[in-house]
C-alpha cells in the first residue's frame, strides 16, 4: 500500500534562518505531490505541486520554493524566513482519481520566531 | 477569488443528533468533490467523496448530497459522536484540470457535545 511520509513534525526557527522540509512517498511511481500550507484562520493553501522529478510548479509567490530532486520525494525550502511563514505545512499525492483523492502526510508544525 | 465556500467556520451538535456541514463552490467545472476531515496536528483524512453523476453518496454514518443546479454539497453525519469533533474541509476538482488539483473551502469546525 501507499504511504507518505513528512519530516519534521514540528520545527521552531527564527526569522531569517533557512528551512527544509522533505516529503518522501512509498509504493507508488510517478505520483503528483504537493504542499499546502494551513495557516491560522486560512484554510489550506495550495503552495508547489509537482507531476514528476524537477517539474514544479507554483500555485502562491512567496519567500518558499520546492524541488523534486527524485520520483517520490519532494522538499520545500526557504533561504530566509519570515514571520508570516509559520504554519502547518502538508505534503500530499495524488494517486487514482478515484476515490480518494490526496493522501497527505501527518505535517510539520513551523513556528517562526 | 474562493472558488470553495464553507460559510460556517464552526457548528456545534449534541451527541446522537444529526450534524450537517454545508459547502458551496462557483466553479462550474468542478465535477468531482470530497469531504476531509481533520484532528489537530494531523494531516486531513479522506472521508466520502461524490462524482457530479449523482446527487447522493453514503457511507455509514456520513452521506454527501450534491445539488448542482444550486451548486451546494452537504455532509451528514447521523448520529454524531463526540469522536466526530474535528475540521471538516470540503474540496473540489475539475477532471480537464490533468493536475489533479483539489480546491479546498476554509474548513468548518465540529463540536459534538456529549
Known amino acids: 500500500s501507499q504511504t507518505i511520509h513528512q519530516w519534521p513534525a514540528t520545527l521552531v526557527q527564527p526569522v531569517g534562518s533557512p528551512l527544509s522540509l522533505e516529503c518522501t512517498v512509498e509504493?507508488?511511481?510517478?505520483?503528483?505531490l504537493y504542499w499546502y500550507r494551513q495557516a491560522a484562520g486560512r484554510g489550506l493553501q495550495l503552495l508547489f505541486y509537482?507531476?514528476?522529478?524537477?517539474?514544479i510548479s507554483s500555485e502562491v509567490p512567496q519567500n518558499l520554493s520546492a524541488s523534486r530532486p527524485q520520483d517520490r520525494q519532494f522538499i520545500l525550502s526557504s533561504k530566509k524566513l519570515l514571520l508570516s511563514d509559520s504554519g502547518f505545512y502538508l505534503c500530499?499525492?495524488?494517486?487514482?482519481?478515484?476515490?480518494?483523492?490526496?493522501?497527505f502526510g501527518s505535517g510539520t508544525r513551523l513556528t517562526v520566531v | 477569488d474562493q472558488q470553495v465556500k464553507q460559510n460556517s467556520p464552526s457548528l456545534s451538535v449534541q451527541e446522537g443528533r444529526i450534524s450537517i456541514l454545508n459547502c458551496d463552490y462557483t466553479?462550474?467545472?468542478?465535477?468531482?468533490f470530497l469531504w476531509y476531515k481533520k484532528y489537530p496536528a494531523e494531516g486531513p483524512t479522506f472521508l466520502i467523496s461524490?462524482?457530479?453523476?449523482?446527487d447522493k453518496n453514503e457511507d455509514g454514518r456520513f452521506t454527501v448530497f450534491l445539488n448542482k443546479s444550486a451548486k451546494h454539497l452537504s455532509l451528514h453525519i447521523v448520529p454524531s459522536q463526540p469522536g466526530d469533533s474535528a475540521v471538516y474541509f470540503c474540496?473540489?476538482?475539475?477532471?480537464?484540470?490533468?493536475?489533479?488539483?483539489?480546491?479546498f473551502g476554509k474548513g468548518t469546525k465540529l463540536s459534538v457535545i456529549p
Open positions: 500530499a499525492w495524488y494517486g487514482d482519481p478515484e476515490p480518494y483523492g490526496y493522501t
Open positions: 509504493g507508488t511511481s510517478n505520483p503528483n
Open positions: 509537482s507531476v514528476g522529478i524537477g517539474q
Open positions: 466553479n462550474s467545472m468542478f465535477d468531482y
Open positions: 461524490i462524482s457530479s453523476i449523482k
Open positions: 474540496a473540489a476538482s475539475s477532471s480537464g484540470a490533468g493536475s489533479y488539483q483539489l480546491t
